[in-house]
C-alpha cells in the first residue's frame, strides 16, 4: 500500500496563518500538519509516499529532506495548482497509481486507528472513508448512502439526502485503480476538467460502476484544517 498526499494548495481562509507558509505546514503537535501525516503514515507500515506541492514547494521539500525515519517521501510540484483544482493534481500523479494506495487531502489529520482501520477494512475497488454528525453545513462534503456503499458525494447535496462527510481518505485497490485512472484521464479531456475536485470523479464512478463502497470510522479522531477557527480548534480533537 502506497499513499499520495494533496498538498499543493496556499491555503487562503487560513490567512494570515499561510502568508508565509503552506497550510500543510501549519504547526501541530511539535511537527507539523504534512510531518503528523507521514509520522502515522510510516506508524502504520507504509513507506511509499508522495507528496504533491504547489504553493512555495521549495519550504516542503526541505520538509521532507529532514526526514530521516523508514519513510522516504517523493515530491511532485503541480506548477498549475493556482488554476487548476485537485483533479488535475491527481491526473498530474497518475503515474504513481500502479498498484493499492491511499489517497489523502493535504488538511485533513487523523490518527493511528483511523488509519488502520481504514487500510484494514475489507477490499473493495474503491472506498470512501466517512464519519457522521448530528448537522452538516454547506463546507461539508456530504455523501448519499446505499447500506455501505456510496450513492453520491457533493457539497452541495440536499441535507434529506446526506447521511455521512468525506473525511478526505479514500483507498483504492485492484481494479479500483484502473476505474479511477481512466476517470481522470476522461474528466481532464472536458472543458471543466481542470477546474474539478477529484471527489467529481468518484461520484461519477458511484453512479456508473456501483464500485465505490465507504468505511464508517465513527469515534476514531481526525480533523479537516480549512480555517483559522479549524486551526484555533485543533486541540479539541486531540491534536
Known sequence: MKAILLSAGRGS??????????KCLLPVQG????????DTLEAAGIRDVTV??????????AELACRTGPLKPKSFFNP??????????CWMVREQMDGDFLLI????????????????????PIQ?????????????????LD??????????????VTHAESIGMLRFMDEG????????EQMMRTQDGVAAWFLKAIDALANTTGAVDTVLIKDHRWAEVDTVADFEGLGRHGF
Open 52 to 61: 504533491v506541492t504547489g504553493y512555495m514547494p521549495n519550504l516542503v521539500e
Open 105 to 124: 487531502n493535504g488538511d485533513t489529520l487523523f490518527d493511528l486507528a483511523l488509519l488502520k482501520a481504514v487500510i484494514s477494512n475489507p477490499a473493495c
Open 147 to 160: 447500506g455501505t456503499k456510496l450513492k453520491a458525494i457533493a457539497k452541495t447535496l440536499p441535507l434529506d
Open 31 to 38: 511537527t507539523t500538519l504534512l510531518g503528523y501525516q507521514l
Open 177 to 184: 485503480v484502473e476505474l479511477f485512472r481512466s476517470k481522470l
Open 128 to 144: 470512501v472513508t466517512i464519519d457522521q454528525k448530528a448537522s452538516y453545513d454547506s463546507d461539508d462534503m456530504k455523501v448519499t
Open 80 to 89: 498549475f495548482f493556482q488554476v487548476a483544482d485537485n483533479l488535475a493534481s
Open 13 to 22: 481562509r487560513l490567512l494570515p496563518l499561510t502568508e508565509s507558509m503552506p
